[in-house]
């Protein structure tokens, strides 16, 4: 099951959640029916009074066979919002989508989920406005401390030039990576921004990993292919001559 492949707490100590990309069972189902590999899941416990207790079992609401339900994770500081990632088919973009279309393998979706009274339930499915299959979508994820501002990793995205909000043309530069912005205003998600490197090449990776401070307005973000010899800051990032010597942006 691979659990503890991720984990995010609150900024209180007393939410924790725990991805299991690995876990196999069905769809709102019981966790020992294993008909489903790799669908993956999370766990959330809860701190009270010092012991914990697990409060949820979160699966993706279109879980399938090689999913990996959880290969992303990041929870808000106040600990009532949860972003998961997965590396599910789906060809469809934007907010709420069709879940149901495997036409684009391992492009990969970000879940996010809300805590109610006590109850976590799904609130969004979260798709990039143009992508397609490898892209990984939702490898890593960012929250802000009221969960309003979530940020996306997408370490295979070929598209785009350098910087930010580009046109999202084709290019040569395959998994080069990228990041995007969703913002969320009353239960309501939207696209805000799509962020590629400043020196973006093929196999950079992009969106590896990635922290955002808790008010939202700092990202730093991983590239571990980046191929730049040079050490420091702001130094020459065309200098390709140390393959995946990595690197890390900060916006």
Known sequence: DRFGSNVALS???QTLAVAAPGESSQTGG???????PEAGAVYVFRLQSGVWSEVAFLKASNAEAGDRFGAGLALSGDGQTLAVGSDEDSGSFGIDGDPSDNSAEDSGA??????ENGVWMQEAYLKPSSGEAGDLFGRSLG?????????????GQDEGGPGVDV?????SFADSGAAYVFQRQQSVWSEANFVKASNPGPEDRFGTSLSL?????????????????????DGDGNDNSSDDAGAVYVY
């Not at 019981?30 to 489903?36: I, L, P, Q, R, T």
């Not at 970000?110 to 805590?115: A, G, I, L, P, T």
């Not at 501002?149 to 370490?155: D, E, I, K, Q, S």
Request: charged letters at 25%; glycine letters at 12%.
């Open 167 to 171: 046109d999202r043309v084709e290019t």
């Open 143 to 155: 929250l802000s401390f009221t969960g309003d501002r979530l940020f996306v990793g997408a370490p």
């Open 11 to 13: 900024s209180d100590g």
């Open 213 to 233: 401070s808790n008010d939202g307005e700092v990202l730093a973000v991983g590239s571990t292919g980046e191929d730049s010899s040079v050490a420091g800051i």
């Open 110 to 115: 970000s879940y996010v989920f809300v805590q």
């Open 30 to 36: 019981d966790a020992d029916n294993n008909e489903f």
